[in-house]
T-cell receptor
Framework: GNSVTQMEGPVTLSEEAFLTINCTYTATGYPSLFWYVQYPGEGLQLLLKATKADDKGSNKGFEATYRKETTSFHLEKGSVQVSDSAVYFCALSDSSYKLIFGSGTRLLVRP | EPEVTQTPSHQVTQMGQEVILRCVPISNHLYFYWYRQILGQKVEFLVSFYNNEISEKSEIFDDQFSVERPDGSNFTLKIRSTKLEDSAMYFC????????????FGPGTRLTVL
């Protein structure tokens, strides 16, 4: 069945460091791919999405490219801030449109 | 900006009791979902709902669970007889159409079963 695998956390970085959070997926067909972010005590917010191969989603300095050949959708940011500390979830939308989430990666950014 | 809202933010209940979690989706949205997140685990799909009926449900969504859209604005999740393992954060989500497929989530209801 469809699934999403994310790198284990927590990821701890200093402010202004480069961020990569790996995400790979298994799916039949051509799912849409998403990154959601969950700040402490809050719900899930859509960070970015990509709907077809080679699409790049971007928002707030974060980027991810839909790579069909490697079935990946890695999240990157060139320079993280303390305010980026949160849990990041990779997800795919399958043919029935429900979201299938990865296990989440906690990011801690230190000043 | 329109938001999905959920009430209550935290519900504490005794095992075996019935609970109803409430959600108000964004007003022009047509597809509704419930997900849950057990503490420290991944977010899991429970059920999707469209045109006043369930579109799909997961194996988690057994006979103890039901959903309803009673009045055209609220979307509720009922657990008839809660178990300890139902303790989780429950998220409601909505989307204007299935094709759009960007789901907008509410802030969640934390359910604690004692």
């Amino acid at each position: 069945g469809n699934s999403v695998t994310q790198m284990e956390g927590p990821v701890t970085l200093s402010e202004e460091a480069f961020l990569t959070i790996n995400c790979t997926y298994t799916a039949t067909g051509y799912p849409s791919l998403f990154w959601y972010v969950q700040y402490p005590g809050e719900g899930l917010q859509l960070l970015l999405k990509a709907t077809k191969a080679d699409d790049k989603g971007s928002n707030k300095g974060f980027e991810a490219t839909y790579r069909k050949e490697t079935t990946s959708f890695h999240l990157e940011k060139g320079s993280v801030q303390v305010s980026d500390s949160a849990v990041y979830f990779c997800a795919l939308s399958d043919s029935s449109y429900k979201l299938i989430f990865g296990s989440g990666t906690r990011l801690l950014v230190r000043p | 900006e329109p938001e999905v809202t959920q009430t209550p933010s935290h519900q504490v209940t005794q095992m075996g009791q019935e609970v109803i979690l409430r959600c108000v989706p964004i007003s022009n949205h047509l597809y509704f979902y419930w997900y849950r997140q057990i503490l420290g685990q991944k977010v899991e799909f429970l059920v999707s709902f469209y045109n006043n009926e369930i579109s799909e449900k997961s194996e988690i969504f057994d006979d103890q669970f039901s959903v309803e859209r009673p009045d055209g604005s609220n979307f509720t999740l009922k657990i008839r007889s809660t178990k300890l393992e139902d303790s989780a954060m429950y998220f409601c989500a909505s989307t204007p159409s299935a094709v759009t497929d960007t789901q907008y989530f509410g802030p969640g209801t934390r359910l604690t079963v004692l």
